[in-house]
């Protein structure tokens, strides 16, 4: 895959950074990576949620669509890991573009802990502010019955009333997200982006859902219906049937994150009971 070559942040001093709210976390840029940042308007970002099927999709996008690698996510907040993939490296938290597409991918594939939510959000949507991106979407999943029920979307009201709001056409590409009781939550850093999207106003975002039965198995088939979505909304045709023929290569290998992202959570509860988390 284009960009894989060498998929490593650059040397450089981690600190001080930018922005005084974001010191522990901030997007670098890998090269002169300038005309392809201009090009991106919309940015989705994939994470390792329920039934990894952020991470799935995103990275599925993101070799079917021949990006490469623009950047990365540094924080010293990130698991200390290096995953490969068919023995490549790649760093954990990488961003792709490519000149001319006005899509960007945001491919995460390690775990965090709750602490690292907050500064991996605003480090992003720092850098989406000053490329200009307008528009960011976040894959992740939701708590179902069966893969087979639909996949879904959810946005704050205030955004339907902008002029750049993309929620029509977002409609006539999946349906509203509606359940019995008309509430429920997205956690995790996928809630954390969301939220600060919220606050700052800047960059129309929503987030997408896909069903996931059991939230610490990896589904290919869930994650298929975020791509189908990507198809759709962005007028792509990025193929769903490859990933189905390899989901349980893809299981396989992704059936470590989840089990380090257990981990990871008993850490967090630990620190929170014996009063050192913070």
Known sequence: MAGNSNPNPPHE??????????????????????????????????????????????????????????????SPLIAPQATFFDGLLAYPYRMYGKKGFDLGILVSESPLSERAHFYIANALLDWLEKIKAEELIVLDGYSASSDNQEAFFIAEPEIRDRNKSPIEKVKLAIPEYKN?????????????????????????????????????????????????FVNSYKSVDVDIESLLDHSKRIEKNLDEFARKQEKIDIMDKTRKDIGLYY
Do not use: M, W
């Not at 969301?194 to 800047?202: P, T």
């Not at 997408?208 to 939230?215: E, G, H, I």
């Open 180 to 228: 019995q009781l008309g509430t429920g939550y997205v956690g995790g850093i996928a809630g954390a982006l969301l939220n600060e999207g919220i606050v700052r106003r800047s960059i129309v975002s929503f987030a997408v859902l896909a069903p996931v039965v059991n939230p610490r198995i990896p589904s290919p088939k869930s994650a298929s219906k975020l791509i189908e």
């Open 13 to 74: 001093d981690f600190f001080p950074f930018d922005s005084p709210n974001l010191a522990y976390a901030k997007c670098v840029p890998k090269g002169n990576n300038q005309k392809v940042f201009d090009d991106i308007k919309t940015f989705v970002a994939g994470f390792p949620g329920p039934g990894l099927v952020g991470s799935i999709a995103s990275r599925h996008l993101a070799y079917e669509l021949d990006l490469e690698v623009i950047g990365f996510i540094r």
